[in-house]
T-cell receptor
């Protein structure tokens, strides 16, 4: 079992929909949780990070962490075609300060 | 532009050749990381530096791979005797000591023929 599991999708939603992206992890030692967005052939871009269980909101994005069930979610409200990308969850640290990425979920928001 | 930069952005090479990539981190970021990403996968950690010291190496970093950060600023990743399985996107990221957030560069896409 990989340390971080993420449904690769693709997930297709109409513009304006609420999107829910999910991730599970197995290592209870993970202390912080990041979400990155990656457009095709580009480097990952940091979207959200959180250190504790609960919700963190930033504009249209909400990150949710449930440490008891080792479950991480990212919600996108009022989704836009420009949100079409791959979303990577990345809990950490592993040994040292490495991040552990899931495979990423491919999201397509159609106009 | 004050973000992480990587050069070259693309590299095509023949099997058996050596290649070297460069990463310039965000100014004053003392931690620098290398990751590798293959198609359909998330980035996988290779190694990281704190200033000029290489503090961690993944088991993915075979003997053909070597990374340096001689003055604690830019870093190079060299792959010797490239193999077709080395074809991937090589990503560099940087962060400040005491902060966990890592900022990624655009990557170097390597294709080994």
């Amino acid at each position: 079992q990989k340390e971080v599991e993420q449904d690769p999708g693709p997930l297709s939603v109409p513009e304006g929909a609420i999107v829910s992206l999910n991730c599970t992890y197995s290592n209870s030692a993970f202390q912080y949780f990041m979400w990155y967005r990656q457009y095709s052939r580009k480097g990952p871009e940091l979207l959200m990070y959180t250190y504790s269980s609960g919700n963190k909101e930033d504009g249209r994005f909400t990150a949710q962490v449930d440490k008891s069930s080792k479950y991480i979610s990212l919600f996108i409200r009022d989704s836009q075609p420009s949100d079409s990308a791959t979303y990577l969850c990345a809990p950490g640290p592993n040994s040292g300060y490495a991040l552990n990425f899931g495979k990423g979920t491919s999201l397509l928001v159609t106009p | 532009d004050t973000g992480v930069s990587q050069n070259p952005r693309h590299k095509i090479t023949k099997r058996g050749q050596n290649v070297t990539f460069r990463c310039d981190p965000i100014s004053e970021h003392n931690r620098l990381y290398w990751y590798r990403q293959t198609l359909g996968q998330g980035p996988e950690f290779l190694t990281y530096f704190q200033n000029e010291a290489q503090l961690e190496k993944s088991r993915l970093l075979s003997d053909r791979f070597s990374a340096e950060r001689p003055k604690g600023s830019f870093s190079t990743l060299e792959i010797q005797r490239t193999e077709q399985g080395d074809s991937a996107m090589y990503l560099c990221a940087s962060s400040l000591v005491g902060e966990e957030t890592q900022y990624f560069g655009p990557g170097t896409r390597l294709l080994v023929l």
